[in-house]
């Protein structure tokens, strides 16, 4: 059973890097064990030990699972706990930024309001932002505490995160723009809220039908947010343009590179990058040296050719 699945499920992935030994969480946590179902693994009024934490980085178990029920329990450790706690590790702090985001967007967009999912975005923007303009944050440190499905969530956070980190590297450096990256990249895909569940989640490859469904996203999601004044017009055109392509093959309207956002060639490389790197209902993760291959052979075609250049010099190590 995968982690997507388990999250259909009910269940929410908890980063291991984000318990600590006789800090008391106060929700139960449940353990997968191979493709068997969760089991309960330690109640919340149990406090994990050292041994408990040094099993399971032995046994290379980096997420144990929470109930959804039990996720506001969880996002308030997060908060007490690990980000105001500024001796905690970077790495560790953005990890638990995305967790406590995940519940926050997760709501927002099952009650379907897209205000408070805006609100989140930029609550995790400016967090995200505070901790990334440090060059201290190495992206093989937050890439190994990333999780790497294709849950809604799990992706658009990657793709924030990643984005930041690309755009640090591009010389955009101070917090205010990041934060504004970071920002409009969280809200890259809130255009399939729109598209059907069982569109959005079926385990086979989506027919041609479904395609053209699923490609309405960028529209339906710049058409939601295209009147917010706490938006700028580089974070819309993220939303927007992240799937146009340089050549002018891409979508919603076929804008060539001149056109498109200079944000959104950001979005649309590590967008691209975390699509494929991610496994999925119908297929494994393709390796991070494929996907950098990938990229390389389409930079200048498809994708902006200093942005590739930036991001495959940073992650061809992490395969």
Known sequence: MTATSL???????????????????SCDLYLQRGTQEVELYRRGSYPLTVEDL????????????????????????????????????????????????RVAFQEALDANDPNH???????????LATMIADQAVKLREVYD??????????????????????????GIGDQTSLAQVATGSLLHDIGKRHVP????????????????IIRLHPTTGYQELCHRADLNWAQLMIVYQHHERLDGSGYPTGASAADIHPWAKLCAVVDVFDALTCSRPYRDPVPVGEVCAYLLENSGNWFDGEAVACWTSQVRSLG
């Open 7 to 25: 999250q259909g499920q009910g269940f929410l992935p908890v980063a291991t890097a984000t318990l600590f030994p006789a800090v008391e969480i």
């Open 54 to 101: 040094q099993r399971l980085a032995g046994a290379g178990v980096d997420h144990l699972y929470i109930r959804g029920a039990d996720a506001e329990t969880y996002r308030k450790y997060l908060c007490h706990q690990v980000l105001s706690d500024t001796s905690i590790a970077a790495p560790v702090r953005v990890t638990a930024l995305r967790e406590v985001a």
């Open 117 to 127: 999912a805006v609100n989140v975005a930029t609550d995790f923007g400016h967090g």
């Open 145 to 170: 505490l990333l999780e790497h499905d294709y849950y809604t969530f799990t992706h658009v956070c990657n793709v924030s995160t990643y984005c930041c980190m690309l755009a640090r590297e591009m």
């Open 197 to 212: 569940k069982e569109v959005l989640n079926k385990k086979d490859k989506p027919t041609e039908e479904e395609w053209k």
